[in-house]
């Protein structure tokens, strides 16, 4: 008689996290047809710690997906950019390209994600909630990843899953990466993010806000730090507030976040309602992994995505779009190694992981450190927070380059510059 319950833990691969790594990388495997197993420790919907703003990148990732993101469906659509600077606030849409939509999106993460792994389940893949993964399952021979341990449901039933390939899509804590000995750099930029939602009159704003001005106060004189604010109204009476702060400042360990945010509100205008009795949820905040922090993204089997590997925009603290397009790219990787008919010519296919990934991104993150360190230069940064605004055409220029949005081929002379620039630039 089979084993059902071995054939169930079986497959051809497994996805650890059903983030939007996760379910992007289980929902392009199912598709082409292989066997996913996506492993998820908590149960959707749960509440993820994030700011909930889409730029045209996760849109665009979205829609390939076939999500539908019509407004009927609960989701609220941005035009643009407005940041806020040097007593200036500045409106810009985001620009019109070939390549990406020229909207963004707003969605809270407890739909967003379980919408996105439904999505991997409706293509085939086979999703286990409440599935706390554990350490891996290595052959002791070659070190490779056959699969891993788990703990399943409320009882926390020990289990087994087995596959050729694994993938790590658990986020920025990544303890499957861990285990198999990927430690982060250090010499690569963190960030750190807290926010909040509060009931707002702001709640169907159309820009996503961005404030470049955010202050130490602590000592005698005010020390400006490396980051912005933001608010993203989400459509439903309320708006997410939070702000991302890089390690690159001399301050960054020594801070409270929270009293920052609560600072931060606190010199907003009343009526937008930004005060302590509206606030609906307690101030949360986690790390923002940037500029492939953890590497090599492929290793003994095991496939890093998302925030796993680091992923995150190092211009603009943006993690979901690069988490996605990361899961689209691991599993094309993946489909194609599949298909070779032997295990050398398999790990020819899966080597390409690591170089696909610095093709895409590398020239570009390379980039970002330099502007993290650059900002990390207090008089740098207050240049540019009281300066820019007055230039509209370098902001244009700016929020281009900080949101990785122009045309690979074709597009204008400023997408020319930085596509040149990205090209020319170290892939590391
Ligand atoms: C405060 C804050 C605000 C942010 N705002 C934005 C924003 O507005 N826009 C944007 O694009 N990005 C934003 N980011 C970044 C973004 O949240 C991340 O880059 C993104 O969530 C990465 O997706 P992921 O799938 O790689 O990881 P995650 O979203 O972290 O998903 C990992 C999944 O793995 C699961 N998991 C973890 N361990 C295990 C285990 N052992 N077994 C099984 N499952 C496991 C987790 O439960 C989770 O579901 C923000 C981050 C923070 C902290």
Partial sequence: MPDTALSERTADVIVVGAGPAGS???????????????????????????????TPRATKQLVSMGIDISEEAGWLRNKGLRIISGGLRLEMDWPELAAYPNYGLVRKREDFDDLLAQQAVKAGARLYERCNVGAPITDERTGRITGVQ?????????????????????????????????????DRPMGVA????????????????????????????ARQLPGYGWIFGLGDGTSNVGLGILN????????????????????????????????TQPIR?????????????????????????????????EGIAYAMESGQLAADVIVQAHARATPAQRELALQRYPKVLKDTYGGYYTLGRAFVKLIGNPKVLQLCTERGLTHPMLMRFALKLLANLTDPTGGDAMDRVINGLTKITPRA
């Fill in 24 to 54: 992007t990388t289980a929902y392009y495997l199912a598709k082409a047809g292989l066997d996913v197993l996506l492993l998820e420790k908590t149960a959707f919907p749960r509440e993820k710690v994030c700011g909930d703003g889409l």
């Fill in 150 to 186: 788990a703990k399943l449901g409320e009882e926390k039933t020990p289990v087994v899953f087995h596959a050729p390939l694994v993938v790590a899509a658990d986020g920025n804590s990544t303890r499957l990466s861990l285990a198999m000995g990927l430690h982060r750099r250090e």
């Fill in 194 to 221: 807290v926010r909040t939602y509060f009931t707002s009159p702001r709640h169907d704003d159309d820009y996503l806000e961005s404030w470049l001005e955010l202050w130490d106060r602590r000592g005698p004189q």
């Fill in 248 to 279: 690159s400042s001399a301050s960054f360990r020594e801070l409270d976040w929270r009293e920052v945010l609560k600072a931060w509100v606190a010199g907003m205008p009343e009526d937008w309602g930004y005060t302590p009795e509206n606030m």
């Fill in 285 to 317: 905040g986690a790390a923002l992994p940037m500029a492939f922090n953890r590497q090599p993204h492929y290793t003994r089997g095991l496939l890093l995505v998302g925030d796993a590997g680091g992923l995150v925009n190092p211009f603009n603290g």
